[in-house]
């Protein structure tokens, strides 16, 4: 992209489109940037390799090597702990990011050879949870002392497989410990934030972070499917909120996993929840306390805090700051009332659908708009399953859901095209 | 100085990751070394864990126990006492709650169902880790051994101290199922 850019300089001040000045300080600002940056391309190279060969030393070993005695088959197991930790100091007096990413990587699947070898020469009970949970635990603290982004992205994925695999399925334990591990990145995230907010680290963890707490937030759903669904509310309007704050919402939605996630959660809330059954099922079990609550009162914490700034900072309240809020509310009178529930949630899925149709058209936002019909639409096709409408009556709706789609965007595109 | 004492934590964080799987060898030596040999009955089958590669899953003929305790909750601890019977096997003498303080010999195993007065647990030295290729040969082998002869002639060789359990060997037949493979290719010759 700069590269395109400065060729065209010469040509721009040539035809006086900026003057030789401006196409100085142009050249001058990307050669500075450059300066600054490492090597990316040299950077993502050398950690997916020593990735892909750390996983490969971890395979070659699985294999088990049974002709060899014991104590050859423990020193194998601590051979790459030993070259990859003193190839992290030999990194870190060399001062180069690439180097100290790549070791440590590499440091990172030699620690899970260490432990598997030991447990394999051994026999030793446990199984990939107790695993996974003390290899997290010895390569967290290099997130810190290393300021590796590559260990990062590994301790967010570990920690991620660790609470599926020991908070999911059949007598399985709420992984309380998700928690702390999750937190222990987030000092990590602020501290990168603050310090290169347009990077593109920022824009994968800004994805990555708000996923991994969505794919482990359902193993602490113990019994109770209505704290399930109020947890997730709850965690979808946090991340909503955090992602509405100026600086990420001013990036693109590409770089805002954290607003893109909120907002679609809240809507596949909204739409499983309009079915009449599983509010039948939410009235006959009505509220119970549970070690959900645990995790959800202080989530509902940090939604106040961050809804009161919102509302304190920005001069002009969105609206669906205060859908998650009254769906919170909307569920709670679920477990005592399961019909009022249903309409009350249909009734709110279909005015945000409308609420987001006009915005979009009063603002000329196609994303807007689209978005509003297709929850609109949505809404009315699951209606289709549980109420009892003639064919005809359906087809007709659908043809004029279709017509409203076309017509709508049409007559925007032509009143942008004349103003 | 701030270089100073993040180097002094890398060290320790470094220590720490030679110190835990040290510590696993050293648990697992002690309780060869001083723990007491047990041969526990048993049926091989044979799964993989994606990173630490294939084992076989050993089944106990000890799982149930007889107690007059109630309120055994899923997934508990349960301490087993074990002892032998005549030919050498291990043998179940007692469970409880608590860690027993009239012995030594005794195993961890995680309690399952229980009903009318009969507990269900599952010993916790239930993977034998195998190279890949022989894992499957040494299911087959079980499977041959015990259609043509006699049951009960599979068994594993535990060393227990102190509620640790480390399992040193599966044996078919007197044969340790490492070596299986070698002596059926040998026989077929």
């Known amino acids: 992209m700069s590269s395109k850019f400065l060729k065209d300089l010469p040509e721009m001040t040539e035809q006086g489109v900026i003057s030789e000045e401006v196409a100085q300080n142009i050249r001058l600002w990307y050669q500075h940037r450059s300066a600054e940056k490492p090597n990316r391309l040299l950077l993502i190279s050398g950690v997916l390799g020593a990735l892909l060969i750390g996983l490969g030393i971890i395979l070659i070993l699985a294999h088990n090597w049974d002709f060899f005695p014991k104590l050859v088959k423990t020193v194998l197991a601590f051979t790459p702990l030993l070259i990859s930790q003193a190839l992290v100091i030999y990194s870190l007096q060399k001062q180069s990011r690439v180097w100290v990413e790549s070791t440590a990587t590499l440091l990172f699947f030699s620690v899970g050879t260490a432990i598997s070898l030991i447990s394999q020469i051994y026999h030793l009970p446990g199984n990939i949870d107790n695993f996974l949970f003390l290899w997290i635990l010895l390569c967290a603290p290099l997130i810190y002392l290393l300021r590796s982004k590559a260990i990062t992205l590994l301790h967010l994925i570990f920690i991620t497989w660790w609470a599926v695999s020991s908070g999911y399925g059949y007598r399985s334990q709420i992984p309380w410990f998700f928690l702390l591990f999750f937190a222990w990145l987030l000092p990590f995230y602020r501290h990168l934030f603050y310090k290169e907010a347009h990077s593109n680290m920022i824009s994968v963890l800004s994805w990555m972070l708000p996923l991994s707490f969505t794919i482990a937030l359902g193993a602490f759903v113990d019994k109770s499917e209505l704290w399930g669904f109020i947890m997730y509310v709850i965690f979808f309007a946090i991340i909503y909120q955090w992602g509405s704050f100026k600086t990420l919402k001013e990036a693109s939605l590409m770089k805002n996993g954290f607003r893109v996630l909120g907002l679609i959660g809240l809507l596949v809330v909204m739409i499983i929840a309009s079915f009449r059954g599983l509010w039948k099922e939410i009235a006959s079990d009505g509220i119970q306390g549970g070690p959900e609550l645990y995790l959800i009162i202080p989530l509902f914490l940090i939604l106040i805090v961050l809804v009161t700034m919102h509302l304190k900072k920005e001069k002009k309240t969105e609206f669906f700051i205060f859908v998650p809020l009254t769906l919170i509310g909307i569920f709670l009178l679920g477990a005592f009332h399961s019909v009022l529930a249903t309409i009350a949630i249909n009734a709110i899925t279909l005015a945000t659908g409308i609420i987001f149709v006009r915005d979009g058209a009063l603002n000329t936002s196609f994303r807007k708009l689209n978005l509003g019909l297709l929850l609109i639409s949505v809404l009315i096709a699951c209606r289709f399953f549980d109420t009892d409408l003639s064919f005809v009556f359906k087809g007709i709706l659908f043809v004029s859901i279709g017509f409203g789609f076309f017509l709508t965007n049409y007559l925007m595109l032509k009143r942008k095209a004349k103003s | ?189």
């Open chain 2, 1 to 189: 100085m701030k270089k100073v004492i993040l180097t002094a934590l890398l060290l320790v964080v470094f220590a720490a990751q030679w110190i835990f799987p040290l510590k696993m060898i050293y648990d697992s030596e002690n309780v060869i070394a001083n723990g007491k040999a047990y041969k526990f009955r048993t049926q091989p089958i044979d799964p993989t864990d994606p990173l630490r590669g294939a084992y076989i899953t050993l089944n106990y003929e000890i799982r149930s126990f007889k107690t007059l305790e109630e309120d055994w909750v899923y997934g508990d601890d349960v301490y087993v006492s074990l002892t032998e019977d005549s030919l050498g096997f291990a043998r179940v003498s007692a469970i409880s709650k608590n860690k027993p303080a009239n012995t030594t010999n005794f195993v961890v195993a995680k309690t399952r169902s229980y009903y009318k007065g009969l507990l269900n647990f599952q010993l916790p030295f239930n993977r034998f880790y195998m190279n890949e290729k022989k894992a499957y040969d040494a299911e087959l082998a079980y499977l041959k051994v015990n259609r043509d002869s006699l049951p009960n002639n599979s068994y594993a060789l535990v060393f227990v101290k102190e509620g640790k359990a480390v399992l040193a060997d599966v044996l078919i037949n007197g044969t340790s199922v490492a070596e299986l493979k070698q002596q059926t290719e040998n026989s077929t010759e």
